[in-house]
């Protein structure tokens, strides 16, 4: 009986305790890099990823800021999270897009190719572009492993998964001060769980007294 005591007190307080809850993070810090260009910044460009060309590699670098949501301390459920970027000119259709997260720290206004943070080999969230608008990532597990500490938050890079290729669409960025509707951003939905843990133990300790 103690067992299923513990059980429920543990139920009930993760009901009390913890809450539900989504925000919206549109980005402030995002620019391109451009393989043709390496020693050139793009940090106050109005596009993330241009038509440069044919055999041009033009990746976007954005990052999200979760400290005013998340304390390191604290303990998360991340249960859906998706990253989203705006097509204006030249849609693709059916072309794959990939995130892939920055494994080192970079700056907005000094990124350029030759400096460009590294990445995995392997996408973080792959998608099928679809013609202009919004375009999403399903990035749940890679903003789970950032709130849990697992992972540095150091951004991502958004790449055409079959780069180098021609034509590239325009992906807005956060400079871009005609579309400020359209901006890079990150939509978090997830649970808080931060006070459970003390408050259960409190309880279980007492069911043993």
């Known amino acids: 009986m103690k067992?299923?005591?513990i059980f429920t007190t543990l139920f009930l307080f993760a009901v009390v305790l913890s809450y539900a809850d989504e925000v919206t993070i549109v980005t402030n810090k995002d620019?391109?890099?451009v393989n043709t260009m390496p020693s050139s910044n793009w940090g106050t460009h109005d596009y993330i990823t241009d038509n440069w060309g044919s055999g041009v590699i033009a990746?976007?670098?954005?990052?999200?800021d979760l400290t005013d949501e998340f304390d390191p301390s604290g303990y998360y459920v991340i249960n859906s999270a998706v990253m989203s970027f705006y097509v204006l000119y030249n849609?693709?259709?059916d072309e794959p897009w990939g995130v892939y997260h920055n494994l080192e720290s970079w700056e907005e206004m000094v990124v350029t190719w030759s400096n460009k943070p590294d990445i995995p080999d392997d996408a973080d969230s792959i998608t099928n572009y679809d013609g202009a608008g919004w375009q999403d990532f399903d990035v749940t597990d890679l903003v789970q492993q950032w709130v849990d500490g697992v992972l540095e938050n150091y951004g991502i890079q958004l790449r055409a998964e079959d780069e180098p290729s021609n034509p590239y669409c325009y992906n807005l960025s956060s400079d871009n001060s005609s579309y400020p509707d359209y901006w890079p951003e990150l939509y978090i939905d997830y649970s808080d769980y931060t006070n459970i843990q003390s408050e259960s133990f409190g309880k279980i300790k007492a069911l043993f007294k």
């Open 3 to 5: 067992v299923l005591a």
């Open 59 to 64: 990746r976007g670098i954005v990052e999200f």
């Open 91 to 93: 849609p693709p259709s």
């Open 31 to 33: 620019s391109q890099v």
